[in-house]
């Protein structure tokens, strides 16, 4: 089975840290994808990796870093968290092919205070 | 542009009815479609997917969706709901360039026994 693994299950952060969010999955999967959860607007993509080293934006980038310097690991910074990053974070994974899946972490609930 | 709709924020059900959610899609050529459900404090697990072929497809946990290219239309459905059913549910299609998923809001839904 594919395991896409998230470094915390919840994490308490002040205003003005950075924040290290670290995602893992061990299935050689060529894309990885991060995506913040909030209620009533679903998820949304913060930013999505197809390569070791490449990414691109998603549709809420602004306030986020992406790195991705080995295949199976893909973290997300907030290089200065603030109040309104409080959010459920959710890591995925997935192979090249279009009609391939998304496989999850099980999120990291992030409160900044 | 692609986009997902799910109309239902909120459904209410009895344990052992039938279960419909309703999805809409925007996208102009085949889309490649995907249920999700998440349960409390869990990250997404896939229900089913249809890219191709019998515009019926099964899924695990006794769920099916049937595509209708007419009505833009990927609508979930249970002919008997279980309490263990009690979950968000998120709906998704592929885009363009193949990589990024566009979800809909999700729909939660609640089961009385």
Redesign the interface.
């Given at each position: 089975d594919v395991k896409?693994t998230q470094s915390s299950r919840y994490l308490v952060k002040r205003t003005g840290e950075k924040v290290f969010l670290e995602c893992v999955q061990d299935m050689d999967h060529e894309?990885m994808?991060w995506y913040r959860q909030d209620p009533?607007?679903?998820?949304r993509?913060i930013y999505?990796s197809?390569d070791v080293k490449m990414k691109?934006k998603?549709d809420i980038p602004e306030g986020y870093s992406v790195s991705r310097e080995k295949k199976e690991r893909f973290s997300l910074i907030l290089e200065s968290a603030s109040t309104n990053q409080t959010s459920m974070y959710?890591c995925?994974s997935r192979a090249g092919?279009?009609?391939n899946?998304?496989?999850?972490?099980?999120?990291t609930r992030l409160t900044v205070l | 542009a692609q986009s997902v709709t799910q109309p239902d924020?909120h459904i209410t059900v009895s344990e052992g009815a039938s279960l419909e959610l309703r999805c809409n899609y925007s996208y102009g050529a085949t889309p490649?479609l995907?249920w999700?459900v998440q349960s409390p404090?869990?990250?997404?697990?896939?229900l089913l997917?249809y890219?191709?072929g019998d515009t019926l497809v099964q899924g695990i946990k006794g769920f099916e969706a049937e595509f209708k290219r007419s009505q833009s239309s990927f609508n979930l459905r249970k002919p008997s709901v279980h309490w263990s059913d009690a979950a968000e549910y998120?709906c998704a299609v592929?885009g363009d360039t193949?990589?990024?998923?566009y979800?809909?809001?999700?729909t939660s839904l609640t089961v009385i026994p």
């Open positions: 896409v894309n994808f009533g607007l679903g998820l993509l999505f197809y691109e998603g959710l995925a092919q279009r009609y899946e998304q496989f999850f972490g099980p999120g | 924020i490649y995907f999700y404090g869990q990250g997404l697990q896939l997917k890219f191709s998120f592929v193949g990589n990024q998923f979800f809909g809001t999700g």
